[in-house]
């Protein structure tokens, strides 16, 4: 089931945009965001498959046309294919929780 951002959070972080041969080794292996940060992952050129880890485990293929949504803290990892561009953007709350 594809996921949605939401409607409160606002963009804070870039990462430089990963091919295949610059990924970092971390985001090929179960690896998650910390709590109340969301990513949005921006396929610019290529496949990457996107596979959740939990609750259950879900793939999903992602493309210049699919992009794909981190829920925070949930375990995640990433295949990409040859010719894949891409970066994560990485979102929170602007607003300080009391």
């Known amino acids: 089931m594809l996921k949605a951002l939401p409607d409160n959070l606002v963009a804070y972080k870039r990462t430089p ?10 985001l090929l292996h179960s690896h998650s965001t910390k709590a109340e940060v ?10 990457l498959t996107y596979r959740i880890l939990e609750p259950t485990i879900e793939e999903i293929l992602l493309t210049p046309t699919q992009f794909g949504i981190v829920e925070p803290t949930i375990h995640h990892e990433v295949v990409p294919y040859r010719g894949v561009c891409f970066y ?9 929780h009391r």
């Open 88 to 96: 994560v953007e990485f979102y929170r709350d602007p607003l300080p």
């Open 38 to 47: 969301w990513g949005k992952i921006v396929v610019l050129a290529g496949e």
């Open 17 to 26: 945009e990963f091919t295949k041969t610059s990924i970092p080794q971390g």
